[in-house]
């Protein structure tokens, strides 16, 4: 299996300035405890300890032990973790943004197990306790960007999937990897009718295998949210949001493309790549621009990056593909 | 209806309409719009519009069924005007906050988007039945002729459902309340009148 591991992954190259403050968050429960101290408990006050260190209310202690990577983005304001956990899209819980922190509650996260099937050497099925062991865990903050328009910070606990992939023994023949999000009518009684459940997606196998696609076990120093996909996901950080599937109890190794979810329900809306890409519309709206979740409303747009700002990364990977017609 | 309770009525209904402006100016100003603000005011500017024209499309099948209600007709213009208030922040909304004020950008939506065409088209049609909204202006144009004008509210009320439906995803189910209300308020008009003739219809003699 070709790794491609391109210069700016060693980190040797990132100036120490450039590294966000680790202790900066780690410390944000004696930030507040401090701020409530001063007696500054006004309706703003509130709302600027969040953004600087978001309160972490309904979890006591940090569960994740976690070591820092080169992978992680800097130079970037974190999205406060609860806008992370009270916007989301995750339909088995509802169409509104609002819907999965009030109805994932049910999502039964322990035990969980994950089925690896299809090309490899030998099936079988991983229990979370082994997936969390099973490489040292990551801080890795990357730039999340829906395919709506709108973007997140997100410092994510994980490792690289291919990790992961190496212990399966995919097949040579394995040329795509396909996730499949857990699905129970009954605890997900609030998706939408026009899919196909459960949710699927997929990558390409040098997509998968790439550094910076990470298994995704926890967030803010946490294990995942229900809402966020608990408790185990993918993010791919240089494709829209709905690549980077939820809450997986398989991952399958095919020679053929796999089906997507979104890609099934309106293919000319999303594309089995669906790379960030701002010169590339979504029929319904331009992709030029993005809004930070969490800024005022004249907050001014951002631009849109190419691969999300991960070109460097990833932009390899398409080499001689038109981004147009594989959108 | 006695004048106070006519001026006490209208009160009311003046803030009930408010209502939604204020709540994004107050969240706003408290800087309590949500994670995503621009989507809050977008959003709920556009509902407010609907649902006010929804409102006044109701009025003329109430009078026909209750003869009691109908000084209801009092209110229509009011409901009107706000709902072009609505609509037309929630153009500016568009324009500003989406568009960043690119004409090119806005051109190329106009053009590509069919939901945003729609949109456009619904508060396009909303701009004569404002501007001729005075009672001058009924006198002006002649009763028969600004009613005819004025149906073309239909028109405005079906393009914005069709804007709504058309920007949301399959299987989201957010438009079809208002939707159904709509519907039944389009088949209450023809019905209620068909109804009363019926009722009122003296026995014709027959076609020699």
New interface residues.
């Given amino acids: 299996m070709l790794i491609r591991k391109p210069d700016p992954l060693s980190g040797s190259n990132i100036p120490s300035s450039e590294i966000t403050p680790k202790d900066k968050w780690l410390n944000r429960r004696s930030f507040i405890a401090a701020v409530a101290a001063t007696g500054a408990v006004a309706?703003?006050a509130e709302?600027i300890g969040e953004i600087l260190a978001p309160t972490r209310a309904v979890h006591a202690n940090s569960k994740l032990q976690t070591v820092p990577s080169p992978l992680t983005t800097t130079g970037e304001q974190l999205t406060s973790l609860?806008?992370i956990t009270?916007?989301n899209n995750f339909?088995e819980f509802g169409?509104?943004?609002s819907d999965p922190s009030a109805n994932a509650g049910g999502l039964p996260t322990r035990p969980w197990t994950v089925k690896i099937s299809g090309l490899v050497k030998t099936p079988k099925t991983i229990d979370i306790d082994s997936i969390l062991k099973l490489h040292p865990l990551e801080d890795r903050t990357y730039r999340f960007r829906c395919v709506e328009g709108?973007s997140m910070i997100v410092p994510w606990i994980g490792y690289s999937l291919s990790e992961l992939i190496k212990q399966c023994d995919p097949l040579p023949s394995a040329k795509y990897v396909q996730f499949l999000s857990y699905w129970d009518r009954h605890v997900e009684k609030w998706a939408?009718?026009?899919?196909n459940w459960p949710y699927s997606e997929g990558l390409r196998m040098d997509e998968a295998m790439n550094p910076l696609t990470l298994l995704t076990v926890g967030l803010y120093g946490d294990v995942l949210p229900n809402q966020d996909g608990a408790p185990v996901r993918i993010i791919v950080p240089w494709k829209y949001g709905f690549k980077s599937a939820k809450s997986i109890v398989q991952i399958k190794f095919t020679d053929k493309q796999p089906n997507t979810t979104w890609n099934d329900?309106?293919s000319n809306e999303y594309g089995f790549y669906s790379n960030v890409n701002p010169k590339v519309?979504h029929?319904?709206?331009?992709q030029?621009?993005e809004?930070r979740?969490?800024?005022?409303?004249y907050a001014?747009?951002k631009e849109t990056l190419m691969f999300n700002g991960y070109s460097d990364q990833v932009a390899s990977l398409y080499n001689g593909m038109n981004l147009k017609k594989y959108y | 209806m006695t004048r106070p309770t006519l001026i006490s009525l209208k009160v009311l209904v003046w803030l009930a309409c408010l209502y939604p402006v204020a709540m994004l100016v107050y969240g706003?100003v408290?800087?309590?719009?949500?994670?995503?603000?621009?989507?809050t005011?977008t959003f709920s500017t556009g509902l407010a519009a609907l649902r006010l024209l929804v409102i006044s499309l109701a009025i003329t099948p109430i009078r026909q069924l209750f003869s009691r209600l109908s000084w209801t007709i009092k209110f229509r213009r009011l409901l009107g005007l706000f709902a072009f208030f609505y609509a037309s922040l929630h153009l500016f909304a568009y324009i500003g906050?989406?568009a960043?004020f690119d004409t090119h950008?806005m051109i190329?939506?106009v053009l590509?988007?069919r939901?945003i065409t729609a949109g456009v088209l619904a508060w396009l049609t909303l701009v004569p039945l404002a501007l001729t909204s005075t009672t001058g202006s009924i006198k002006r144009l002649g009763g028969k002729r600004w009613q005819q004008l004025h149906k073309l509210v239909y028109a405005s009320v079906s393009l914005g459902i069709i804007h709504f439906w058309?920007?949301v995803?399959?299987?989201?189910?957010?438009p079809m309340p208002i939707t159904l209300t709509m519907t039944a308020l389009f088949v209450a008009r023809p019905v209620l009148t068909w109804w009363k003739s019926r009722n009122t219809r003296q026995p014709q003699p027959r076609p020699a």
């Fill in positions: 309706l703003g709302r609860k806008d009270h916007y339909y169409t509104d943004k709108w939408p009718g026009g899919y329900a309106a519309d029929p319904r709206w331009s030029a621009t809004r979740i969490g800024l005022p409303f001014p747009r | 706003a408290t800087n309590n719009l949500g994670p995503d603000p621009t989507k005011i906050l989406y960043a950008v190329q939506d590509k988007r939901f058309w920007q995803k399959t299987g989201v189910m957010t």
